[in-house]
C-alpha cells in the first residue's frame, strides 16, 4: 500500500508563488510515475505536472507550463510543485498521485494512489 500525504496549500494574491509538497510512504518503488492534479469546483480533474522516474522526463499541461516545476526527493519520498505567477484560474484543490504507467502521462487513469488534497486560492 500508498499513502500520500499534501501540504503546502493556502491563498495568495495573483503573482505571487506556492510551494506544495507530497510525502509518500508505503511500497512506493513500485510505482515509477509521480503526478499533480487539480479539480476546482464543477471541472473535471486536470492534470498539471508528471514526472516518470525511470528517466527522469516530465511533462506539463500547457497552461502551467512555464510556470509549475514538478521536482522530487527520493531519499525523503517527497514529490514537491513549485507555483509561481499565480493565477486566479489556478484556485482549486490539488492532488498529488502515484501511478504504474512507464511513461510521463496527465491522464488520470494512469494512476493509481492519490492524496487527499490541499486547498490553492489565487485571488485577483
Known amino acids: 500500500q500508498v499513502q500520500l500525504v499534501e501540504s503546502g496549500g493556502g491563498s495568495v494574491q495573483a503573482g505571487g508563488s506556492l510551494r506544495l509538497s507530497c510525502v509518500a510512504s508505503g511500497n512506493t518503488g513500485s510505482r515509477p510515475l509521480l503526478g499533480w492534479f487539480r479539480q476546482a469546483p464543477g471541472k473535471e480533474r486536470e492534470g498539471v505536472a508528471a514526472?516518470?522516474?525511470?528517466?527522469?522526463?516530465?511533462v506539463y499541461s500547457d497552461s502551467v507550463k512555464g510556470r509549475f516545476t514538478i521536482s522530487r526527493d527520493g531519499a525523503k519520498n517527497t514529490l514537491a510543485l513549485q507555483m509561481n505567477s499565480l493565477k486566479p484560474e489556478d484556485s482549486a484543490m490539488y492532488y498529488c498521485a502515484l501511478g504504474f504507467w512507464l511513461l510521463p502521462s496527465l491522464r488520470p487513469q494512469s494512476y493509481d494512489y492519490w492524496g487527499q488534497g490541499t486547498q490553492v486560492t489565487v485571488s485577483s
Open positions: 514526472l516518470y522516474t525511470g528517466s527522469g522526463a516530465s
